[in-house]
Structures are given as C-alpha cells and as structure tokens.
C-alpha cells in the first residue's frame, strides 16, 4: 500500500514511506513536523476547491484565502451567536490535515471526525483502528477561526504531538488481534 501510494506521486522525495517499525514517530522536530502539517494542509485545501479556482497560488497563499479568515471576520464569527460555514469548513479541513499528517508519520491508517452545532460548541477525534490519538473539544468555537497561519500550525503540531504520544502509549490496544 505504502509502495503504491509513493509510485502515484502522494510522497516526494522528502517524505518517508510509511511502515518502518514502531519507533519511527520518534526523533521528528516540531518544524519536520510544522513542515508535514503544512502540506497536508494544502492538500486538504486543494481537496475542498472543487473548480480548481486556486490551484496556480503559493501554499501560503490559497491558505489565505480558502482557510483563513481576516481579523474584521473572526471579530464578528466570535460575536456571532451562531456558526458560519467558514468556520465549519476550516474545523474539518484542520482536523482532516492532523490525520493525514499522523497518518505520513507513524504508517497507521487515521480518520477524523467533527462534530459541531449551531453554537459552537463540539468535539474533534483523530483515530486509528479503535484508538482515539486525538481528542479536542471546543466551547463557542476557540480556537477557531484562525485568522493566521502560524497560529494554524502551531496548533496543528500541537495536535500532532498529541496523537504521536497516545500512539506510543496504547500501541499495544492499536495492534490488537480484535481491532
């Protein structure tokens, strides 16, 4: 699987091929990581412009206008009582990055999955198999909408980190005969 997904091009050169034994999420700094998240993030984005509209821009800059939100907008989506699909789109779109980069990182097969109502208020879940990595809640919508990327990226690694920990942590429940 690994082989087939690097022969259509879904790895370059920098990337390694998922699969190399259970230490490989080790020893990956925060701007390998940064890095990871990043284009996982621009492919996700990629994804969600179904004209293609975008698709000649820099990385940073389709993110600027596909995921972020200006200043003038956050203030009104935070004094808003109600959800935009903005910030719906940018949740989903976040946390579909998260597990594709875990995904690159640790071999595993991850999904995401999010959840949130009319106020705000919901949850966020990256898993693998029936091992949640990655478990975030949100109350009025924080920390979304991001209004900048760095702010994006640094959450997004923290994200990362989080789930690369709970996998080392109940590797064993992971790689169970009855998942």
């Known amino acids: 699987m690994a082989e087939q997904a690097f022969d259509h ?3 370059d050169g920098e990337t390694e091929v998922p699969g190399e034994g259970k230490d490989r999420a080790k020893g990956w700094d925060e701007e390998r990581l940064g890095d990871l998240f990043a284009r996982s993030l621009d492919r996700s984005l990629q994804l969600n412009d179904p004209w293609g509209k975008h698709t000649g821009l820099p990385m940073d800059q389709r993110a600027e206008k596909l995921f972020l939100c200006t200043p003038e907008q956050k203030r009104e989506l935070m004094a808003d009582c109600h959800v935009s699909p903005i910030m719906r789109t940018q949740v989903s779109v976040f946390f579909q990055a998260v597990a594709n980069t875990l995904e690159q990182v640790s071999g595993d097969i991850m999904q995401s999955m ?17 091992t949640v990595l990655v478990a975030d809640s949100f109350r009025g919508g924080f920390p979304f909408p991001f209004a900048k990327y760095d702010k994006a990226l640094v959450y997004g690694v923290s994200c990362i980190r989080e789930g690369l920990q709970n996998r080392e942590r109940f590797m064993e429940l992971q790689r169970s005969p009855f998942s």
């Open 9 to 11: 091009g879904y790895f």
């Open 114 to 130: 999010v959840e949130v109502n009319d106020e705000g208020f919901g949850r966020a879940l990256v898993y693998s198999g029936r």
